[in-house]
């Protein structure tokens, strides 16, 4: 048994949380006593952080562990505070029927983490047996799993009725036409994301898919997404750090190590509309799109970037310097991803009650954390705020009752 004392994200109640470290499930959350294995001051308890994208490289070929694998991946996600993630498909062995798949998930269990994979959907796919939440790539970027028309993907996807379908939106014919342009920005300009998000929703709506629609970048794009809910369509959305951090006029002359698909390409106006509608809910989740890669393949133009050991930092900047509260940091970063990998578990993620999982995220809103490469866990050893200073950071993170941290 492992107990813990604290102030409670939203109730502002201090509680004593005690967890069962066989099952990894909360069995009480009782009034303080003060003798628990572990007493906190001033820190906040959030019912664990959930990021719903990531790339944790690792596959049957272990073609790709030199960036990362299922091990790094948990500990830079611990390190952010993050208990669990939704894993992409797009590896050089990808997930794409039964077997392909359980080999692969078989490959999570060294995991310090809770991990729920996402499988992929190609040209000539089909559904898996069991229930799983399915990705798919509607044009090229980065790895061999992609369509290359709309029509070629509405036809793979009629097969998908009822499924969870989650849709990586740039349109393929865009994306070809704008080939040859100078910069990354220009070859994937924001009519793709627009196009294909418009496309993503129709045929949600067509073969009712249980849709969602990954890091979207655009307000337009977004719009839509939001039309689309009121006219009773089931999708939901996806907005990364990186898209409400960095906007157009903060990057540097050298690019390369912030190329991303799809760019950092916004203004400041479309950068903090997203922060805006992240935080009054008509964003669902924030989710990192953690795609890592070395240093030299980034100097090569490669695709990506690194979050996970950032989320909960980021989390404070969020609400230090945006007015986030914490009932919207734990709608988008905990109940509401909890709600979408719930579906394909046993165990139940997303609320600090009796019976649900002891996985919890502790931040210090009053201590600051410059990012530097030492206090990292990723395997490819760098991120895009290298040298930012967030407000608060991440002082403990337990995993089904096993604190992690000082």
């Known amino acids: 048994m492992f107990s813990i004392e604290g102030i409670i994200a939203n109730t502002g109640e201090k509680k004593c949380i005690e967890i069962d470290t066989n099952t990894g499930l909360i069995v009480n959350v009782a009034e303080p006593s003060g ?43 611990i390190n952010g505070g993050v208990v669990a993630i939704g894993e992409m498909p797009n590896n050089p062995v990808p997930p794409v029927d039964d077997d392909s798949f359980e080999t692969k998930n078989n490959l999570t269990k060294k995991s310090p983490i809770t ?95 249980v849709g969602k629609i990954c890091h979207c970048s655009t307000i337009e794009g977004i719009n839509k997404i939001i039309d689309a809910k009121k006219r009773g369509i089931n999708v939901t959305v996806e907005v990364t750090p ?60 490669i695709s990506g ?7 909960g930092p980021f989390i404070t900047w969020l609400i230090r310097e945006h007015n986030f509260t914490e009932e919207e940091v734990v709608r988008v970063c905990s109940y509401n991803p909890a709600n979408f990998i719930n579906n394909f578990i046993l165990d139940k993620y997303g609320k600090i009650e009796k019976g649900y999982v002891g996985s919890l995220t502790i931040l210090d809103l009053n201590k600051p954390i410059t990012i530097t490469k030492d206090k990292l866990k990723t395997k490819c050893g760098w991120s895009p705020f290298e040298g930012i200073t967030f407000p608060g950071s991440v002082v403990r993170t337990i995993i089904k009752g096993v604190p992690y941290g000082k």
């Open 35 to 77: 003798i628990a294995d572990l007493v906190l001051k001033d820190e906040i308890i959030f019912s664990g952080f959930i990021d719903l994208h990531v790339h944790a490289r690792e596959d049957a070929s272990h073609k790709q562990d030199y960036k990362e694998d299922f091990i790094t991946a948990g500990e830079a996600a």
């Open 115 to 209: 991990i729920v994979l996402y499988a992929g959907i190609g040209p000539n796919a089909k559904p898996l047996f069991k229930k799983v939440p399915y990705k798919v790539f509607m044009g090229p970027s980065v790895g061999d799993l992609f369509f290359t028309s709309n029509e070629e993907l509405e036809k793979v996807l009629e097969k998908y009725e009822n499924q969870y379908v989650s849709f990586h939106c740039e349109d393929p014919k865009i994306l070809e036409e704008n080939a040859n342009k100078n910069t990354h920005e220009a070859k994937r300009p924001p009519e793709a994301e627009i196009s294909a998000v418009d496309f993503a929703l129709k045929l949600i709506e067509k073969y009712n898919l």
């Open 242 to 301: 990186h898209h409400l951090y960095f906007d157009e006029t903060m990057l540097p002359e050298n690019r390369k190590n912030f190329q991303v698909n799809p760019p950092i390409r916004q203004t400041q106006e479309n950068r903090l509309s997203l922060i805006k509608l992240l935080k009054n809910g008509d964003i669902d989740y924030l989710a990192t799109d953690h795609a890592p890669h070395t240093i030299e393949e980034k100097e090569k133009g």
């Open 305 to 311: 970037l690194t979050h996970l050991d950032t989320y």
